[in-house]
């Protein structure tokens, strides 16, 4: 590589880093000064506006208090003027100015009264009906004076009156006036003192609204003479409020406890005439939307008009603006009890200040501007010379490193020129001994990655071979000892030693297992083998296994679940086991005394959860040495032991680290707990998928101990360069029926494929003369005969080699009796008769229970003789034979019968067949 390659390598790096410009110089320069200028301002402004508003809010509390004064005086002098021309009137009567009776005269009275006092009416209704008075009512007509007396002969005349109130022309004459039926006599009458009437309206005009201040008239009898009364219109109110000076959208209104208006300072009218009837106006009804919104909340907020007993102020927010709002109760000793209600809107006090506001935005936006400008300025005179650096280091980046720069006018810009020039000299001088460094470190690099690869495929080649060498003689040790662990002649002990050597050979297993597994799960291999099976059979099968241990060692091994946890699930039970074997001998191994603790307990789901899963929480807990909580860090590190573990001389440290990966494989996630000296507790929860228990409760775990009746004679080749293993393997099938032929090499096999036609072939791999792989491939191109085979690999990578070589199935070693035999049915549709071990789940039954009186009658009677027969002469060949022939619904009676000829129980099978046969 030449200095030039390396400053082209340099300059992608670069264009790297040019993709992620910072902030420019301009911006640094500019921002920070704008900022401050445009800070300073705003605070300002805002200090202004704060301020403003303040000053808006003391301004109008205080200008609606001077209005509720100006409103309360001038109710009170407006209000009081009826009332005192009432108590003038009756000590006119008293003294004997006014004479009741003297119509005439009283009408004139009340006229020249009318000139003086701003009120609408003033007259009296005597007890006998009559009635005077004067008024201002009849548009256009001025003081008018109405009379019914027997004058009128019953009538009620208005009069019109001329300049000196004398009457003139009749206007008007009502029939059938009844003045001792009005409201403001009889609540009068039956107040017996002073009062108001309640707000009503003319007939006519009934445009007006107005109030009665009434009062009733004695004799010095103290006998009721009458009611005088004085009317004031309502309307002049309104017109008071109008004039007041508020504010340009301000509202004063006047509203009853009900709710109804008395007057306002819009131009609404406080009620509203339809067909000639008038009709008093809701404020909740208003048509002045500031009013009925006010007014709407006014009643929410206090829960209505009546609950208000003394003055409020609030604010409140209308169409996105505030407004103040000042309710007063207004009342006076005769009865009125109304509600003054001032609204201002915050915006016309705010007018000013929003000017102001403005005015310091644009002074604002202003300095922003000449600030913007004397930054660029500034920012140029710094960024051009800066920018000439700039343009050299990019070119010298790119390859160009003939680069020099003079800047004059800056001195630190200068001494910075200078530092540049120096700067781009070295990285020449630096580059072309960069050079021989990259090629020296990409040499290492190669050898070291061929040294990398050679070891990674010498330790697969390793583990291949390792476990295919550990795994054939463990084939041979677990499959004798199986063998002749069903051989009923040996002795209990003999029993537990197989027992011993059976256990030893699975522990070998797991330690081989546990080297593959960890293997395959640094290489991202592992993956999950669902199949259904039963938890509650897995922990029974722990149990057991752990169970001579714990007891050795004088500890209580217990395993708790509770009743939700599933039987049957759909997992990899493989998998599940392993960990809590691992989990378990870990367990034990560290526990002195004391006990250890298997524990399920189901989770309950969410209401979103599947019905299909469950989520199983597992602890195994014990009361051993612990773990110090520094190494719990470490603790599920691969090859890794804790102080205690190294001390015991025992293990791999590989089991905490694959059952942690294996849980997280399954969907969890393994935790532990730990204090040392007083135990540790290990768990996770997993999510099962839930099986179909129907299938599971009639299902039964059955020992194969013979083939069906009614099926061809299935002939089997096992190809194995191992004696025991093809010993074993023969032993097995030929015990159960089939028709067995060994082949010690590929060679053989090939011959016994060509000749004796089988139905299936067992094959081990490595075998010798002609290898495993070839010799599949010769016998899966016979033209004619198309054979089953069926190879044990030791490892994932024989397993993919040969099904690609042809093998229509594998079984991975060491091989399992039960594999075999399902291997058998699947491929070639073998049906077995069993042993049965544990009966459905509708009940156990013990064979001594099968073999009744009745038993055999079940079978014909020539049967039944030959099996007395053969009895009678010890032939345990024929009767092995007779019993094949019962069918297989009958399974329980051909095991009983199996087991007493076993024992050589000759005398009760005689005995047996001679009950049958006399039934």
Request: overall charge neutral.
């Amino acid at each position: 590589m030449r200095w030039l390659d390396l400053s082209r390598y340099l300059k992608i790096a670069n264009d790297d880093v040019y993709k992620n410009e910072g902030i420019g110089l301009h911006k640094l320069l500019i921002v920070p000064f704008v900022l401050q200028i445009f800070v300073a301002v705003a605070i300002v402004g805002y200090i202004s506006l704060r301020n403003g508003q303040l000053a808006v809010n003391q301004l109008a509390d205080q200008l609606m208090d001077k209005v509720n004064k100006l409103v309360d005086q001038h109710l009170n002098s407006y209000l009081a003027t009826p009332h005192q021309i009432n108590q003038l009137n009756v000590k006119a009567v008293q003294l004997g100015i006014l004479d009741v009776y003297r119509f005439e005269d009283a009408g004139h009275y009340f006229w020249k009264q009318m000139q003086v006092f701003d009120v609408s009416y003033i007259g009296y209704a005597l007890t006998t009906g009559e009635l005077v008075a004067s008024g201002r009512y009849l548009d256009g007509r001025g003081i008018t004076i109405d009379e019914l007396s027997s004058r009128t002969q019953g009538k009620a005349y208005t009069y019109a009156t001329d300049s000196q109130g004398n009457r003139t022309t009749v206007l008007r004459v009502y029939e059938n006036y009844q003045p001792l039926a009005e409201a403001w006599y009889t609540d009068t009458v039956k107040a017996r003192k002073p009062t108001w009437t309640a707000v009503y309206t003319w007939d006519e005009p009934a445009e007006h609204l107005l109030i009665t201040a009434s009062c009733p008239l004695y004799d010095k009898n103290d006998r009721l003479l009458g009611v005088i009364g004085a009317d004031f219109l309502l309307t002049k109110i309104s017109k008071f409020l109008a004039s007041i000076d508020i504010s340009p959208t301000g509202k004063i209104f006047i509203i009853e406890r009900n709710g109804l208006l008395i007057a306002s300072s819009s131009q609404e009218k406080p009620l509203t005439v339809l067909q000639g009837k008038a009709q008093r106006l809701n404020v909740l009804h208003s048509q002045d939307a500031l009013m009925q919104a006010m007014a709407q909340h006014i009643h929410d907020e206090f829960g209505g008009f009546a609950q208000i007993k003394r003055s409020q102020k609030l604010n409140v927010q209308y169409n996105h603006k505030r407004h103040f709002v000042h309710v007063t109760p207004w009342y006076d000793s005769l009865g009125l009890d109304w509600l003054v209600v001032t609204v201002v809107p915050e915006s016309d006090f705010m007018a000013q200040i929003n000017r102001n506001t403005q005015m310091t935005i644009a002074l604002c936006l202003l300095a922003l501007l000449v600030a913007i400008i004397v930054g660029l300025l500034t920012s140029q005179w710094i960024v051009r010379p800066i920018q000439k650096l700039s343009i050299a280091s990019k070119a010298i980046a790119s390859g160009d490193l003939n680069q020099s720069v003079k800047i004059e006018g800056v001195k630190e810009l200068d001494v910075l020129s200078q530092s540049f020039n120096r700067m781009a000299l070295q990285i020449k001088e630096s580059l072309e001994q960069l050079e021989i460094r990259v090629e020296q470190r990409t040499a290492e690099l190669k050898t070291a990655k061929q040294a990398s690869e050679a070891a990674s495929q010498a330790k697969g080649e390793f583990l291949a071979k390792m476990s295919h060498e550990l795994r054939t003689p463990l084939n041979a040790i677990l499959g004798f000892t199986k063998l002749m662990h069903l051989d009923a002649s040996i002795t209990a002990e003999q029993k537990e030693n197989l027992k011993i050597i059976g256990r030893s050979g699975e522990h070998l297993l797991i330690l081989i297992n546990d080297v593959l597994d960890m293997s395959k799960i640094e290489a991202g291999c592992s993956v999950l083998n669902k199949k259904k099976f039963d938890l509650y059979t897995l922990l029974n099968s722990l149990e057991e296994m752990f169970q001579f241990k714990a007891q050795s060692k004088g500890l209580q091994l217990k395993v708790e679940r509770t009743g939700e946890v599933p039987q049957f699930v759909y997992s990899d039970e493989i998998k599940l086991r392993q960990i809590l074997i691992n989990l378990l001998s870990n367990a034990i191994k560290f526990t002195p005394e004391g006990y250890v603790t298997v524990r399920l307990q189901a989770i309950e789901e969410t209401p979103k959860g599947s019905p299909a899963f469950k989520t199983v929480y597992f602890e195994v807990k014990d009361t051993g040495l612990g773990i110090a909580p520094h190494e719990l860090a470490i603790l599920f590190e691969p090859f890794v032991q804790t102080e205690t573990g190294r001390k015991s001389e025992q293990g791999t440290g590989l089991g905490l680290a694959i059952a942690k990966n294996f849980v997280q494989l399954m969907g969890g996630e393994l935790t532990v707990n730990s204090q040392l000296g007083k135990g540790s507790s290990f768990q996770f929860n997993i999510r099962l998928e839930l099986a179909d228990s129907a299938e599971w409760q009639q299902s039964i775990t059955r020992q194969v101990i013979g083939l069906a009746l009614g099926q061809p004679t299935y002939r089997i080749v096992v190809a194995d360069g191992h004696l025991a293993h093809r010993r074993i393997l023969k032993q097995m099938l030929t015990n159960v029926g089939f028709e067995v032929r060994e082949a010690e090499n590929g060679q053989e096999a090939i011959a016994l494929c060509q000749n004796w036609e089988p139905h299936l072939i067992w094959m081990d791999i490595q075998m010798p003369i002609v290898s495993d792989y070839e010799a599949i491939k010769q016998i899966k191109s016979h033209p004619t005969h198309q054979v089953i085979i069926v190879a044990s690999a030791a490892s994932t990578l024989e397993e993919d080699t040969l099904l690609a070589a042809g093998c229509d199935d594998i079984l991975r070693k060491p091989v399992r009796e039960h594999a075999i035999w399902q291997k058998l049915a699947q491929h070639l549709g073998v049906r077995y008769r069993y042993q049965t071990q544990r009966l459905t789940s509708q009940g156990e039954a013990t064979l001594h229970n099968v073999l009744k009186t009745d038993s055999l009658n079940v079978m014909s009677p020539g049967w039944i003789a030959e099996l007395r027969q053969a009895a009678a002469k010890l032939d345990a060949e024929t009767l092995l034979q007779l019993i094949n022939q019962i069918p297989s619904e009958h399974d329980f009676l051909a095991q009983a019968l199996q087991q007493k000829v076993k024992n050589f129980d000759f005398d009760q099978l005689i005995d047996l067949a001679q009950s049958s046969s006399s039934l």
